[in-house]
């Protein structure tokens, strides 16, 4: 009952080079420093076998106008079909891990396998964050990252749905008023 969840498009590569990305709703931030964040996938999954061989693993984070390709990305499978080829997402090198990146998804975060967990269905790939891209249009002049405008979705209970506006900032609670 942890929901919601992101859905996120994981790009991996395999041994020899070819792309694969599936949809991953079982992610998330695990440390700070250094940062690191977690994927759990069936070992039954391409991804988890060229994430297994390769240790790199890109969580992209889609924008509502990829929600249906990111659907797609999670019920097909890497082995039938190139579901870059099928659905028309650019993939382009990332700055530090051989997995590719997704041009259309406005956040790119790049990831180097650190320890594994075998955890029954799932393996849980624990991976320390080595670099992050996130488009332009979403850092405000003061530097902050204004996800307000990223237009993310989220992942509950079999349905997507989009994340709203913001209804407090953390510590605003205990703030004094001026």
Sequence with gaps: MLYPVPAALVTSLSRDGKP???????????????????ISLRPSRLSHENVMQTRQFVVNMPAEALIRKTDYCGVVSGRDVDKFAQTGMTIAPASKVQAPIILECPINIECQVRKTLELGTHTMFVAEIVAVQVNKDLITPSGRFAIEKAGLF???????????????????SVKKKK
């Design 20 to 38: 694969n990305v599936c949809t991953v709703a079982w992610t998330g931030t695990v440390c700070s420093e250094p940062p690191m964040l977690s």
């Design 154 to 172: 989220a992942y509950v209970h079999g349905g997507y749905y989009p994340l709203g506006e913001r209804l407090g900032k953390f510590g605003y």
